[in-house]
């Protein structure tokens, strides 16, 4: 990775790899973005999508998220992925399994439009993948009323704990349960109407638990 922020807390769980980084923000749908303007700090959930060594956001142009960030403001971006609450025999050792990226820089506004459609069908596609091609498609005027931000993969912090229950040698002999509570992803469908079947590409992605993104 180009720029890694060094980890001083759980260095170990520190992750020096773009591939593991890209895998994180693929399978992640929403990541939280921190900004400070006007003395207030605000940290706001978007969805967002990668393409190649950035991620991108859309947004009203109307609204503070796009013009405070547009101006070239810097934020620090949080996506992180729950795998698991880890119980120690102690609540001091309790701790969760995690996979996180922490993006730091300034955002930039993307004004080419062929790149603004361009964002529009990586943003359908991470949602679901094979939306692009069962949906209608962005409008000119649609694509002109929104604002559209690019935030390159510079300085980034990666960290992926996987590990079980690290107990005490003073707590190993307690009676106390421990071990992973496993967490999984859970879909269903909620249809809105019966316009159309369920169509063949939800209908995987809802068997796979959305891991074929």
Not at 91 to 110: E, H, K, L, P
Not at 118 to 126: F, G, H, Q, R, V
Request: aromatic share 8%; proline share 4%; net charge negative.
């Amino acid at each position: 990775m180009s720029a890694d922020i060094d980890v001083h807390r759980h260095p170990e769980r520190a992750v020096h790899d773009r591939d593991v980084a890209n895998s994180i923000l693929d399978q992640s749908l929403i990541a939280h973005v921190a900004f400070t303007t006007d003395g207030i700090t605000f940290n706001i959930p978007m969805t967002f999508a990668r393409i190649g060594n950035s991620i991108f956001f859309h947004s009203s142009k109307h609204g503070r998220f796009y013009n405070v960030l547009q101006s070239g403001s810097s934020v620090c971006v949080d996506v992180t992925i729950l795998d698991g609450v880890v119980l120690a025999k102690s609540a001091y050792n309790t701790s969760m399994n995690y996979r996180s990226v922490m993006i730091f820089g300034n955002m930039r506004d993307v004004a080419d439009y062929d790149m603004k459609y361009a964002i529009s069908e990586a943003l359908a596609e991470k949602m679901v993948p094979g939306r692009w091609n069962d949906c209608r498609h962005p409008s000119e005027d649609e694509i002109r009323i929104t604002g559209f931000l690019e935030l390159p993969l510079d300085q980034m912090s990666v960290k992926v704990n996987t590990h079980g229950p690290s107990d005490k040698k003073m707590d190993e002999m307690l009676p106390h349960w421990s071990g992973i509570i496993a967490f999984k992803t859970a879909m269903s469908t909620i249809p809105h109407d019966a316009v159309a079947e369920l169509p063949d590409y939800i209908a995987e992605h809802i068997a796979t638990d959305g891991k074929n993104t």
